[in-house]
C-alpha cells in the first residue's frame, strides 16, 4: 500500500522560504507521478506543481511558477516542494499525492486531483504579511 507523509509546513513571513517534503513508500513500480496540491480555507484543491519520476517532467501552476521547485531524491523516496518568496496567498494546507498513471505527463491533466489516487494527511503553511 502506498502511503506518502508530508512535513516541512510552518508559519513564515512574507518573502520568507519553507521547503516541505514527501516520504514515500509502498511503491511497486519505479515511475509514477507525484504532485502537490494546495486547499485554503473556503477553496477547492489546486494543483501546484507534479513530476514524472520515469522521466522528469514537470508542471507548475501560473501561481508559483519561478518561486516553488518540485524535486525527488530516489536514494530516500522523497519529493521536496522549495518554496521562495512566499506571499500570503500561499496560506494553505499543501497535500502530497501519486499515482501509477501517468496523467501527470499531460499539461491538461497533470493538475486535476483525479489524476492522483494516493495522498497524504497535507501539512500547513500559513504566510503572514
Known amino acids: 500500500q502506498v502511503q506518502l507523509v508530508e512535513s516541512g509546513g510552518g508559519s513564515v513571513q512574507a518573502g520568507g522560504s519553507l521547503r516541505l517534503s514527501c516520504a514515500a513508500s509502498?511503491?511497486?513500480?519505479?515511475?509514477?507521478?507525484m504532485g502537490w496540491f494546495r486547499q485554503a480555507p473556503g477553496k477547492e484543491r489546486e494543483g501546484v506543481s507534479s513530476?514524472?519520476?520515469?522521466?522528469?517532467?514537470?508542471y507548475y501552476a501560473d501561481s508559483v511558477k519561478g518561486r516553488f521547485t518540485i524535486s525527488q531524491d530516489n536514494a530516500k523516496n522523497t519529493l521536496y516542494l522549495q518554496m521562495n518568496s512566499l506571499k500570503p496567498e500561499d496560506t494553505a494546507i499543501y497535500y502530497c499525492?501519486?499515482?501509477?498513471?501517468?496523467?501527470?505527463?499531460?499539461?491538461?491533466?497533470?493538475?486535476?486531483?483525479?489524476?492522483?489516487?494516493?495522498w497524504g494527511q497535507g501539512t500547513q503553511v500559513t504566510v503572514s504579511s
Open positions: 509502498g511503491f511497486i513500480r519505479s515511475s509514477y507521478c
Open positions: 499525492a501519486a499515482d501509477y498513471r501517468t496523467l501527470c505527463t499531460s499539461f491538461r491533466s497533470w493538475k486535476g486531483t483525479s489524476a492522483y489516487n494516493y
Open positions: 513530476i514524472y519520476t520515469g522521466g522528469g517532467t514537470t
